[in-house]
């Protein structure tokens, strides 16, 4: 009878292998129709256009190409992004953080207002925010005759592009956190506390440890998105030549100039820049995925 249940046993498991393998297995031809069909989308919609932006940014020679970049407008522009970015993905990388942390180890009132609210920016138009902050804060708006009678600018002017920029970028940090916070669940934490570790020692030693990846992702998805946002930034920022520009919008400006070569050499810097993100975001999902390996092992 054990012999029988056995060989029963071994062809229970050998067909449900065939029926895993022949769920799985396509034909020849189709497989190769949808590695090619992947390609050809890949190689039109990202490969020519990317090989096009550097085309035609060097096709008139390093001088003219070099020119472009160092351009007092150009290099304002350069500036005031890295400054949107240096504002905005900080203030995103502490919200996320604390969103993430009080949505997933506590319980309240309005957790699911919150997740919510957290998700606007990716349901919202950017031109949308923009122009809520127009109203807010322009010389028509809510806090527009405050803010003149006080001498402060915040459209067509710095601060604007960066409340613009922290908005449609601060989903990021808390999306990437919230279902790996979720997925490890409270148990170290409150292992932690009953040892007699403190709030912040447990999150410097347990929680963040357990997160680092996840946040570097979001921080990095965080940063990209913030130097290459168009929508919100154009509307806030008026498009002051040399003061309000960001690099996107400088880019629009030198085209609609006719200005292709100069237009195409700052935006050729943009494509590098999200070379060098991408670059980096492999790195970190393949050290994630080391470590999560490591961890099973």
């Not at 067909?15 to 034909?27: D, H, L």
């Not at 005759?145 to 970028?169: E, M, Q």
Request: some cysteine; proline content about 4%; charged content about 15%.
């Amino acid at each position: 009878m054990a012999g029988a249940a056995a060989v029963l046993h071994g062809s229970a498991d050998h067909a449900a292998r065939f029926e895993s393998k022949a769920a799985t297995r396509e034909p020849t031809l189709v497989k190769w129709a949808i590695i090619g069909v992947s390609l050809t989308f890949f190689a039109v919609f990202l490969l020519l256009p990317l090989i096009a932006v550097f085309f035609e940014a060097l096709r008139k020679g390093w001088d003219t190409y070099w020119g472009a970049l160092i351009d007092p407008d150009a290099l304002s522009a350069i500036k005031l992004t890295l400054i949107a970015a240096l504002i905005s993905v900080p203030l995103n990388l502490v919200f996320g953080v604390a969103a993430a942390w009080s949505i997933t180890k506590f319980d309240f009132r309005g957790k699911h207002f919150l997740i919510t609210l957290i998700d606007l920016p990716f349901s919202v138009s950017p031109v949308v925010s923009g122009l809520i902050y127009v109203l807010v804060f322009g010389a028509q708006g809510w806090f527009g005759p405050w803010l003149s009678d006080h001498d402060v600018k915040v459209i067509f002017a710095v601060p604007g592009i960066v409340l613009a920029t922290v908005f449609v970028t601060f989903p990021f940090v808390a999306r990437e956190l919230i279902p790996l916070m979720e997925a490890q669940g409270k148990e170290e934490e409150e292992a932690a506390v009953v040892l007699g570790a403190r709030g912040w020692q447990t999150f410097w030693h347990v929680t963040l440890p357990n997160v680092k990846w996840g946040l570097l992702y979001g921080v990095i998805l965080c940063n990209a998105r913030a130097m290459g946002e168009f929508g919100a930034v154009s509307v806030v920022s008026g498009h002051i030549r040399g003061q309000t520009n960001t690099m996107p919008l400088h880019v629009e400006i030198l085209y609609n100039e006719y200005q292709f070569a100069a237009a195409f050499a700052v935006a050729s810097l943009l494509a590098l820049l999200a070379l060098v993100t991408l670059v980096i975001k492999v790195w970190v999902e393949r050290q994630a995925g080391k470590a999560a390996s490591s961890e099973d092992e």
